[in-house]
């Protein structure tokens, strides 16, 4: 393979591939040791944690059933509604939510909320990503990668809006930046 990836100008690597892969190992035996002997069902909201989910469940030596959901906004007067499709069958179930990035806090909270009322028997977050600063209510994940502040990343699943997401590591670009507000 050889060669670097580069799909944006003026790109600067916020964490290396390996800087990546480092932390997921690590997390990864986090989660095995919490859920040693049950059955996780892991739930990843598509599209920015294909890859981070498909990293994570390689290494988790559980029995596991994967989930994968799509997150849709409607607006509705003056409110938001979130829904998610599929609706996961968890009924009973020990739930890993799967986000490479937090930030708000606020969908992560609903759908934690709304596995529960589904009548699973736990539920907890892990991210990749954990950008504190942006969020708004008070939801802290049971397992994180990184704190960040960067406002805007590509790569490892995140996209810009939809380029990049197959680079091995997370980078921010100054054009990009300026382009997306």
Known sequence: MGGTLHHFGRER???????????????????ANDYYGRTLHALCVLENSFVFM???ARLLPVDMVCHFIRPDFTQVGGTT???????????????LLVETLTQTGLTSEFL???VLA???????????????????????P???G?????????????GAPDRGR????????GAQMASSR
């Open 146 to 158: 990184f704190l960040i502040d960067e406002p805007f990343l590509y790569g490892y699943g995140l």
């Open 81 to 95: 509604e979130i829904f998610y499709r599929p609706e996961p069958k968890v009924e009973g179930a020990h739930v």
């Open 112 to 114: 934690m909320q709304n």
């Open 13 to 31: 690597v916020v964490l290396t591939a390996e800087q990546i892969q480092t932390r997921v190992q690590e997390l990864a035996r986090q989660i």
């Open 118 to 140: 589904r009548g699973a028997a736990s539920v907890r977050l892990v991210t990749l990503l954990d950008r504190q600063m942006a969020r708004r209510v008070a939801l802290q």
């Open 166 to 173: 197959n680079l091995p590591y997370l980078a921010t670009s």
């Open 142 to 144: 049971d397992y994180f």
């Open 54 to 56: 498909a990293d994570l």
